[in-house]
């Protein structure tokens, strides 16, 4: 079963829609309670970073993660903001600390050249490692956008896939059993639901 | 590179989808969901749905009926973000932020606002801390009144007095994150975008806007992208012309326009 944190951050019931439409075990989490009984966790997440980690913390996830996430191992997928919130840090209105899983800066994205921000709409994905989520995707994937900040991890071995909007940034990020994407693939159609697809297969080969 | 989108309207009238024009002329053309499962299959960009139902008409779409099924609006849009895996706009009849906050649990990933924003513009700003930016669009209706332009509310019935410019610039500086601008006369006229609109509007603000009202053919969807819009959006010609996403884009890629193919 994939739990999907419900942390009051986004529009959950399309992340939920898009995993029972393969046919996947979905639920929402409301309480961290859910994670210890779930074989994969996804973070979704559209807002601002501070106010996700307040929420997170206080509602009792931050040490239900590390206890299911880091210690036990399952497999995690955060989407867009929940991608972001695996960082050490953000700059997203001053300087917050973030899950720090995967070592890296959450910063603003440029708008230098005229670039209209919020980065909103399809853009192309440059995929730089196909072996793992991104091994369903098309050969020349577009995904849905909508952020305002990016995640720079230190480690450039991370990062699976690019975008570029002015500036070129990580588009998808996987380490170990963490996974994130800056898009949303639930509303990316069918490569999304590929990518969805090949997230939950992992989830089982785990479980 | 970030692409141009191409998106469909669909609008609601007490239960059923309808083609509309001038706002005030409507034909029943069909079931809610049917085309949403339809454009869902041709992988099309983003979806808009909105529920222009007029206060008291009831709600028809009941199981005794073939279209519809579902008892309120709100099921209705359960049922459209069950099928449609592509970013979801919906609007009509927005008053408050828990009128909001009621779309976005039932699946909605942005909503847009016409007469409530006009209403109360502090209600934008009061969603965009909410809900993020990104999810507020304002949905700048403008018709020719007393000879000069003005932005219309309540189904385009009520001239605001209001300059499309300005409050284009307001509804941005409050927090909106993308506005979808419709001009009344052109709704269903099938006679282009009415360019030098969009072009008044998307040089004033630095958000994405979305045209609406008035696309014939295909080719019309270049001319607004030229005149500024980031989006290019229409209603009728998705129900009257076959194959309207393939042609749609391939029409914008002829002409130059970075499209999702």
């Known amino acids: 079963m994939i739990a999907i944190i419900d942390y009051g951050m986004g529009n959950l019931r399309s992340v939920l829609n898009a995993f029972r439409s393969i046919g996947e075990a979905a639920v929402l989490a409301p309480t961290p309670d859910v994670l210890a009984r779930a074989d994969g966790i996804v973070l979704p997440g559209v807002g601002a970073f501070p106010e996700a980690m307040v929420r997170l913390r206080d509602g009792g996830f931050v040490d239900a993660l590390e206890q299911e996430v880091r210690r036990d191992g399952k497999p995690f997928l955060g989407l867009c903001l929940g991608m972001q919130l695996m960082a050490t840090e953000s700059l997203e209105h001053g300087r917050h600390a973030g899950l720090g899983w995967i070592e890296g800066t959450v910063v603003p994205m440029s708008t230098a050249g005229g670039v209209r921000v919020p980065h909103m709409g399809w853009n192309d994905l440059e995929v730089v490692r196909r072996d793992g989520i991104l091994s369903g995707v098309s050969a020349t994937p577009s995904f849905y956008f909508v952020h305002s900040f990016v ?47 090949r997230y939950a297969e992992r989830v089982h080969a785990a479980c | 590179m970030l692409k141009v989108r191409l998106i469909p309207v669909l609008l609601l009238m007490n239960g059923r989808l309808v083609r509309s024009a001038g706002f005030d002329t409507h034909q029943i053309i069909g079931d809610p969901l049917h085309e949403v499962k339809r ?22 779409g009941r199981p005794d009926h073939k279209v519809g099924g579902f008892a309120d609006v709100l099921e209705t849009l359960e049922a459209v973000s069950e099928t449609c895996f592509m970013p979801l706009t919906w609007g009509g009849r927005i008053r408050s932020i828990s009128d ?6 039932r699946g909605a990933d942005k909503i847009t606002l016409n007469t409530a924003a006009v209403d109360d513009p502090a209600l934008i700003t009061e969603g965009a801390r909410i809900f993020g930016s990104q999810a507020i669009v304002v949905s700048v209706d403008v018709k020719t009144v007393d000879g000069r332009d003005q932005v219309v509310t309540r189904n385009g019935t009520h001239a605001t007095g209001l300059s499309p410019v300005e409050w284009a610039r307001q509804a941005a500086d409050r927090g909106a994150g993308e506005l979808l601008l419709q001009r009344v006369e052109r709704d269903g006229a099938a006679r282009g975008y009415d360019l030098d609109l969009i072009h008044a509007i998307s040089s004033t603000v630095s958000i994405p806007v979305i045209a609406l009202s008035g696309v014939g053919r295909f080719e019309d969807y270049a001319k607004g992208v030229a005149a500024g819009a980031s989006a290019v959006a229409a209603a009728n010609i998705w129900h009257f012309k076959e194959l309207a996403d393939r042609q749609g884009k391939s029409a914008l890629a002829r002409a130059g326009v970075n499209v999702r193919l």
């Open chain 1, 151 to 197: 995640y720079q991890p230190t480690n450039a071995a991370v990062v699976s896939g690019y975008a570029t909007h002015g500036e070129r940034f990580a588009a998808v990020i996987e380490s170990g059993n963490l996974q994130g994407t800056q898009f949303h693939p639930e509303k990316s159609q069918r490569d999304g639901i590929a990518l969805l697809r």
């Open chain 2, 39 to 60: 454009f869902n299959e041709w992988n099309v960009d983003e979806l808009i749905y909105i529920d222009i139902s007029r206060d008291g008409g009831g709600f028809e």
């Open chain 2, 100 to 105: 909001m906050r009621e779309r976005f649990s």
